[in-house]
């Protein structure tokens, strides 16, 4: 057993109290926006709560923290998440695209290729979408990955049940369709363009063996950030369309988080065999996972369930787990609404450094707990939207 932390909460309190608040008034503590302050091992834990549309803009702030509690002395180190208190503005009308691609074929585009190896049946059609949505030739499965707010770990989960899915023999694919924060980028630790290959057709980049498209590669973020509904979606559409995917079993799309007309269009427009739910366990975050169920309700893309991100709390030191999230709200949830549960992922250092590296925890620590959690998830998702799991379960027929 260890000594009691010699760093305290009172310390911690007191160092965040030198923290302006987001438009320079009062501070983040009188402000409210500081969580339950958890310590372990010298290493200081805590979320700043922050208005979603402003999470980008006050980054800063959540540096800020970081660096203050950082200072204090004893701190080993520090992880402050910025969480949103509520869906980011969506004020996009959802027009449809002017110039979004027509569903030509590629000339990777026919006959899908059982010769790779594993053991499942694919389904004989194309992606399973519904009339009117064109699947993408060569894709047999097109997955989105949504939250119904930003900060959860959207993306953080969508890389990693990628990986998970390539992991389990699959082919795979990411279409980070966060226009707006692109991060796959970063995650995977992909710099650079990507080369065009005849006509229009760009070839995705690449990394531990999974197919990258992001506008992150395209375009400065602050030049996608002034786009506007119809260039964002016709955009997308290139990446999904006029991008050489190849073959690929699963396609998994990092949406862009909330569940306005932008996010709407988007579940509309790219034929999805399924979406997976990210939500912290806190309440709040799941009156808004609850309105991402119902926004993919009514566009008919089946739930493939609900992951449970940050669902408790692994101490470094002692690996001892702690429930100061409310774990178990997301799964109660899931059962309430009738969505199958996946699984919940602990909030740990590791993910968040692993991240942060580009080496997600998936391909860095593969037979670590996470990982297998991971590629739990990504079996339940796979058995789902490969043709067996159709044939069990009626409501993935559409036509
Ligand atoms: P979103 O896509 O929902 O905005 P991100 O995936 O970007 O969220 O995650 C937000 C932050 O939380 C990132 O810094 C990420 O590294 C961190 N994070 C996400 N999931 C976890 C986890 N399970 N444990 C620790 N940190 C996490």
């Known amino acids: 057993m260890r000594m009691g932390n010699v760093v305290s909460k009172e310390q911690v309190t007191d160092a965040l109290k030198t923290v302006r608040g987001p438009d320079l008034e009062g501070n983040i503590v009188e402000l409210g926006m500081v969580s339950d302050i958890f310590i372990s091992d010298g290493k200081v834990y805590f979320s700043l709560t922050v208005p979603a549309e402003r999470a980008k803009e006050l980054e800063p702030l959540r540096m800020a923290a970081e660096r203050v509690v950082k200072a204090i002395s004893g701190v080993k180190g520090a992880m402050v998440a910025l969480t949103a208190d509520k869906?980011?503005?969506?004020?996009?009308?959802?027009?449809?695209?002017?110039?979004?691609?027509p569903a030509h074929s590629h000339s990777h585009g026919h006959a899908?290729?059982?010769?790779?190896?594993?053991?499942?049946?694919h389904a004989p059609a194309a992606a399973p979408a519904r009339p009117g949505k064109a699947g993408i030739p060569g894709i047999h499965a097109i997955v989105a990955v949504a939250s119904g707010k930003g900060g959860v770990g959207k993306s953080t989960t969508a890389v990693n049940l990628?990986?998970?899915?390539?992991?389990?023999?699959?082919?795979?694919g990411i279409l980070d369709a966060d226009i707006y924060g692109p991060s796959m980028p970063r995650l995977l630790k992909i710099s650079g363009r990507p080369t065009q290959l005849e006509g229009k057709i760009i070839k995705p980049m690449e990394n531990y063996g999974i197919k990258v498209m992001s506008m992150g590669f395209l375009v400065d973020e602050d030049v996608a950030m002034i786009w506007r509904g119809p260039m964002v979606q016709s955009a997308l559409m290139q990446m999904l369309r006029e991008v050489a995917w190849?073959?690929?079993?699963?396609?998994?799309?990092?949406?862009?988080?909330?569940?306005?007309?932008?996010q709407l269009t988007m579940a509309q427009q790219v034929p999805l065999a399924g979406?997976?739910?990210?939500?912290?366990?806190?309440?709040?975050?799941?009156?808004?996972?609850?309105?991402?169920?119902?926004?993919?309700?009514?566009?008919?893309?089946?739930?493939?369930?609900?992951?449970?991100?940050?669902?408790?709390?692994?101490?470094?030191?002692?690996?001892?787990?702690?429930?100061?999230?409310?774990?178990?709200?997301?799964?109660?949830?899931?059962?309430?609404?009738?969505?199958?549960?996946?699984?919940e992922i602990p909030l740990t250092m590791a993910i968040r450094e692993l991240s942060d590296a580009g080496t997600p925890i998936v391909v860095s620590e593969p037979d670590g707990p996470q990982a297998v959690a991971y590629r739990e998830i990504a079996r339940s998702v796979w058995d789902q939207v490969s043709g067996a799991a159709q044939k069990a379960a009626p409501a993935m027929i559409f036509e």
């Open 246 to 262: 190849g073959d690929l079993d699963v396609l998994v799309v990092d949406m862009p988080p909330g569940t306005g007309d932008a």
């Open 275 to 343: 979406a997976v739910i990210v939500s912290t366990p806190q309440d709040l975050a799941l009156i808004d996972a609850r309105k991402a169920v119902t926004m993919f309700r009514k566009v008919e893309v089946p739930l493939l369930g609900v992951v449970e991100n940050m669902s408790y709390f692994i101490a470094p030191d002692t690996g001892k787990r702690y429930d100061i999230f409310g774990h178990g709200g997301a799964r109660a949830e899931a059962g309430r609404i009738n969505v199958p549960f996946l699984g």
């Open 162 to 172: 990628a990986l998970a899915l390539k992991a389990n023999g699959l082919r795979v």
């Open 112 to 121: 899908h290729d059982h010769g790779h190896g594993h053991s499942h049946t």
């Open 87 to 101: 869906k980011p503005g969506a004020s996009q009308p959802a027009a449809r695209p002017a110039a979004a691609a």
